[in-house]
């Protein structure tokens, strides 16, 4: 265990220069791996072959295997049937965690940091520097961890709680820790998930400043672009089996999302939306907007049929004022008028009486209950309809349930299961599901497509177009531009001022350079 | 599509604006943390200050050695809870480990006749039955959260009362008097001028103090309350460090209980009734988080001495016997409204 740990504070070996490159065996194999759950074919023989050094993305559709071949390469779960190598050797007992942690490490996308410890005790935890009376040695502790996010370019103070640590930061020094015990395989799983533009592309600068020293990635996303950016190979799943492996150079994205989808499909294909009329009724009104820093002066006006989105980085401030806006925060100044009435500041019963539906940020924490079955999640936010005086008629509740399963497509047996059973874009639905119950006036959607496979982010996407057709104003909080080129348009924040209002039809570039506060003309 | 990324990629950062959430911002670390672990200080140094001009006798070494000697046997109970609580898990069986343990040991060595005892051991094996009994209850207790996956409330509450019926049991609800000299010799001597419960009391507390801020073990218990899968991720056997800080706590209820008896020279059948709400009282107060995690041995100690320091203090002013409960429960609000709102983990 020491020698592992001090191992790598020293700057890893170089590899992959010499010329015998054809040579080398894979830095990781898995040949016919087939894995079942009860009557579920998680993965059906399916293979995958990572050269030293490549960064190798991963792709396909919620529930394609790819959390299951994850959770294969990583040793915590055996599979069924084939082999696993790694750098030609045959991976080791399920039992040897260490010889795992050796060969392969993976960042979650649910973090695996302790959050009342400080970084450089999430680093070595377990595996404290011990003085001679076998008492952990804090300083040499701290140094040791300074060391080692200094060999990975990862400014962190060491002597920080980790809780106190954004996403991106908390997951480079998940990397540093994978790397530290001296695995140059990592697998990130979906890492960008939780992070803006900018963030994004740093995590981009140093994977490729790592692949330069001999690390091997695979990269699971669901946003295209980001594998033809950072990956230069490419695997896609389809229903537990292996479909392609190609050059992410040379395979157009028509290709490969008809690869992951079965089916020659376009990404997105919009009909051009209709102007809303100038008659017709402001659903939202919202003047002088302020919360100290977070937002200043924000002016949104929302028509009934019109989609309003609000873009802006990470800390914008954009989540906060839609977050203002239905009632999970209070503004410090300004009004707001929904349909005619001023519900009161900071009280959600009230936004969703005013005719507010929304789609919370974060599914799992203020989203879904997980436990609760699909029909009490999706009437939650209605109980005057199921049922008078408090009273809940469950048949009333599974019919009102069954229909948005069916409005919604969400693939279940029935609305009685719990929606941890569900895969994340069908969950998602299951919280749009909600946010469309009550028939709003107004759809607040924060980012409403984040983690959901491409399909169910184009589902997801047309029934906001279908519900702004039927007269309901929607207001869209996001950096995506998937969900952001639907829009009619486009309020770009930044700092917590609204910089710029970008009617449909804006390029990508003009876009991106809004949100990061660059002006391109000058 | 692929321009999209283009401009991310060399744009970056615009030079000026600092990242939302990025690298390059280098917090001036503030060791909250570790001041954390004596915010209470001051209020002690405030109830010391208020105690000295209710009463002159306060600030005596006499009166100091009495408080301390007072909390010593209940403060054991606390340092056990904290470990447990900041494995995250709760034992609300310490209070009758309390009783029982050394109960158990009067039990069987007091001799037949005049009370309850059996008198089947000789008065040597006191301490030891004492010793065994805590590890016992530990055992069971852990058997049923760690091992069965029970649910560490619910489990020790029923603890809680078998082993309070158990001793209630045993002793047909009466005292046992004339205790074998070995279970009294603890509890009733001094050492260097101070009574030995005191020391024992320190040097638990000091040990603690080591464990959970500089062995490995300690900082697994702290691993597994912050976050459980983490730990076990790290290659920390989880289940065998929750067995033994389950069976530490209950040993260290039984050696307080030990305290309290030989001071007393009996077990009452109602030893450590109701002490488990100031136990709680304390370690939360004393900065222990009831969701795991957080807290240390050190804030934990600062948490009791308060409590009794102000108890203390209202006897000295001479408040009637009667009210001192009411105005107890009243100093344990306030002082964990205060706890909560200096604590700096209030709402946003």
């Not at chain 1, 702004?468 to 700092?495: K, P, Q, W, Y």
């Amino acid at each position: 265990m020491e020698e592992i740990a001090g191992g790598p504070a020293s700057p890893p070996p170089a590899r992959g220069d010499g010329p015998a490159v054809a040579a080398r065996p894979a830095a990781v194999e898995a040949e016919r791996v087939t894995k079942r759950y009860g009557e579920t074919l998680a993965l059906d023989g399916a293979h995958i072959t990572i050269e030293p050094g490549a960064t190798h993305a991963l792709v396909g559709r919620n529930g394609a295997g790819k959390s299951t071949l994850v959770s294969i390469l990583t040793g915590l779960q055996a599979p069924d049937d084939g082999e696993v190598r790694f750098a030609g050797v045959p991976a080791p007992r399920p039992a040897d965690r260490d010889a795992w942690r050796e060969r392969v490490a993976c960042v979650y996308q649910k973090s695996t940091i302790i959050p009342e410890l400080t970084v450089a005790e999430n680093l070595y935890l377990n595996r404290h520097d011990r003085n001679r009376l076998r008492l952990i040695g804090w300083k040499s502790l701290w140094r040791k961890a300074a060391e080692l996010l200094e060999t990975w370019s990862v400014e962190v103070d060491v002597r920080r709680p980790a809780g106190e640590l954004g996403v991106e930061q908390r997951q480079f020094v998940e990397i540093a820790r994978a790397l530290s015990f001296g695995a140059r395989f990592v697998i990130l799983d979906e890492p960008t998930a939780q992070l803006d533009g900018a963030a994004i592309a740093r995590l981009f600068e140093r994977m490729r400043a790592m692949r330069e020293r001999g690390v091997t990635f695979l990269f699971i996303s669901h946003h295209l672009q980001e594998i033809y950016e950072v990956c230069d190979t490419v695997t896609v799943y389809r229903d537990a089996r292996h479909i392609l492996t190609a050059p992410v150079a040379g395979l157009s994205q028509g290709d490969l999302v008809a690869a992951m989808t079965g089916e020659a499909a376009r990404l997105r294909d919009h009909a051009v939306r209709v102007p809303v009329p100038e008659r017709a009724p402001v659903v939202l009104d919202v003047r002088g907007l302020s919360h100290g820093e977070v937002y200043r002066d924000v002016d949104l006006r929302v028509r009934a049929g019109e989609i309003v989105g609000l873009a802006g980085l990470g800390g914008s401030g954009k989540i906060e004022v839609a977050e203002t806006i239905v009632g999970l925060r209070a503004p410090q100044s300004g009004t707001l008028e929904v349909a005619g009435s001023r519900p009161r500041p900071g009280s959600v019963p009230d936004s969703l009486a005013a005719g507010v539906g929304f789609v919370p940020r974060d599914r799992h924490h203020q989203g879904l209950v997980p436990l609760m079955s699909i029909a009490d999640n999706v009437t939650m936010t209605v109980p005057e309809r199921l049922g008078t005086a408090g009273f809940v008629s469950v048949r009333r509740k599974d019919t009102l349930a069954r229909e948005m399963i069916d409005n919604l497509a969400i693939k279940t047996p029935g609305p009685e299961l719990p929606v941890a059973g569900l895969s994340g874009g069908n969950q998602q639905k299951v919280v749009m599901a909600r946010a469309l119950a009550g028939e709003p006036r107004l759809l607040v959607l924060i980012t409403p497509t984040a983690g959901v496979d491409v399909r169910s982010k184009e589902f997801l996407l047309g029934k906001v177009e279908e519900s702004a057709g039927n007269g309901t104003g929607v207001v869209i909080a996001s950096d995506e531009l998937d969900d952001l080129r639907l829009c009619d348009r486009v309020l770009v924040m930044f700092h917590g001022r609204v910089v710029a209002e970008l009617p449909a039809g804006w390029h990508d570039h003009e876009m991106v350079a809004a949100m990061e506060g660059v002006d391109l003309d000058a | 599509m692929p321009e999209t990324t283009a401009a991310h990629a060399t744009t970056g950062r615009p030079p000026g604006s600092p990242a939302p959430d990025g690298m390059g911002r280098r917090h001036v670390a503030l060791p909250l943390a570790r001041l954390r672990d004596f915010a209470l200080v001051p209020a002690i140094i405030v109830i010391a200050i208020v105690g000295q001009i209710v009463n002159p006798i306060f600030l005596q070494g006499d009166n100091l050695i009495n408080i301390l000697q007072t909390m010593s046997e209940i403060s054991l109970l606390v340092l056990a809870q904290a470990l447990v609580l900041i494995a995250g898990k709760m034992d609300l069986s310490l209070e009758s480990t309390f009783g029982l343990a050394p109960g158990v040991a009067a039990w069987l060595t007091v001799a037949a006749g005049t009370g309850p005892g059996l008198g089947l051991l000789p008065g040597a094996w006191g301490v030891p039955v004492t010793i065994a009994a805590g590890a016992l209850i530990g055992v069971v207790n852990a058997l049923f959260i760690v091992r069965f996956g029970l649910n560490g409330f619910i489990v020790t509450l029923g603890m809680l009362i078998v082993l309070r019926g158990l001793l209630t049991g045993i002793s047909g609800g009466q005292t046992f008097f004339n205790l074998p000299e070995s279970m009294t010799y603890l509890g009733s001597t001094m050492w260097l001028g101070m009574p030995a419960s005191i020391w024992v009391c320190l040097l638990l507390f000091a040990v603690g103090i080591v464990v959970m801020g500089f062995t490995r073990f300690g900082r697994a218990l702290y691993a597994i309350g912050g976050n459980v899968d983490a730990a076990r991720a790290a290659g920390i056997r989880t289940d065998r460090v929750l067995w033994i800080v389950l069976i530490s706590a209950s040993l260290l209820a039984a050696i307080g209980g030990l305290l309290l008896t030989g001071r007393l020279a009996s077990v009452a059948a109602a030893q450590g009734d109701g002490a488990i709400f100031t136990v709680f009282a304390a370690a939360v107060i004393g900065g222990v988080s009831l969701n795991g995690g957080r807290g240390t041995v050190f804030g934990a100690f600062t948490g009791i001495l308060l409590l009794y320091m102000i108890q203390n203090v209202l006897t000295l002013a001479g408040v009637p016997a009667q009210w001192i409960q009411a105005l107890n429960g009243g100093i344990i609000l306030t002082a964990l409204a205060i706890s909560r709102l200096t604590g700096g983990r209030s709402q946003e």
